[in-house]
T-cell receptor
Framework: AQSVAQPEDQVNVAEGNPLTVKCTYSVSGNPYLFWYVQYPNRGLQFLLK??????LVKGSYGFEAEFNKSQTSFHLKKPSALVSDSALYFC??????????????FGQGTTLQVKP | DAGITQSPRHKVTETGTPVTLRCHQTENHRYMYWYRQDPGHGLRLIHY???????DKGEVSDGYSVSRSKTEDFLLTLESATSSQTSVYFC???????????FGQGTRLTVV
């Protein structure tokens, strides 16, 4: 079965420190992977994606993610966290069984708390 | 924000009543999706559309129906609302060429 796991419900980090939000996936074939962020009472905003190519992808707001095929992971990272990064983060993978329908399978979400 | 408008943004309804949520896009994108967001589950796909009058079921479609009579509008209907359908509902759109989807602001539905 295809799935996405975010093993941490919450990640706490001090402002200025590096942050990592973890994501592992299970999907047949080559995965299309995504990170979205949700600020309180807002919709999901697209951060970045991995489709093919360089394993380190860069996205919005200084975030980046590293694709690791052998570990089936796609961890979200940022070198220096900001208080304003505090939000709910979702990892998602495209359902590759369904052609180009673009259906997404989401992880359960990780709350990032950045403290001053 | 992508040109997506969900309405209403908030709704409280009684068990057993029908409810329709609307998603309107101004991007002329082919694909439209309805997801529900629940704590501990992330987002789960309810239904999606790949063109006018072309729709299909997602992971959690029981109790929901959809319609797409125009490219810009995708309606989600709860025929007879139940408390288990209390959730936040998100619409998303995607062009045929793009890999990523863009989401609306969400509709918070409470069934009492």
């Amino acid at each position: 079965a295809q799935s996405v796991a975010q093993p941490e419900d919450q990640v706490n980090v001090a402002e200025g420190n590096p942050l990592t939000v973890k994501c592992t996936y299970s999907v047949s074939g080559n995965p299309y992977l995504f990170w979205y962020v949700q600020y309180p009472n807002r919709g999901l905003q697209f951060l970045l994606k991995y489709i093919t190519g360089d394993n380190l992808v860069k996205g919005s707001y200084g975030f980046e993610a590293e694709f690791n095929k052998s570990q089936t992971s796609f961890h979200l990272k940022k070198p220096s966290a900001l208080v304003s990064d505090s939000a709910l983060y979702f990892c998602a993978v495209r359902d590759m069984r369904s052609g180009n329908t673009g259906k997404l399978i989401f992880g359960q979400g990780t709350t990032l708390q950045v403290k001053p | 924000d992508a040109g997506i408008t969900q309405s209403p943004r908030h709704k409280v309804t009684e068990t057993g009543t029908p409810v329709t949520l609307r998603c309107h896009q101004t991007e002329n994108h082919r694909y439209m999706y309805w997801y529900r967001q629940d704590p501990g589950h992330g987002l789960r796909l309810i239904h999606y559309s790949y063109g006018v009058k072309d729709t299909d079921k997602g992971e959690v479609s029981d109790g929901y129906s959809v319609s797409r009579s125009k490219t810009e509008d995708f309606l989600l209907t709860l025929e007879s609302a139940t408390s288990s359908q209390t959730s936040v509902y998100f619409c998303a759109i995607r062009s045929g060429e793009a890999t990523e989807a863009f989401f609306g602001q969400g509709t918070r539905l409470t069934v009492v």
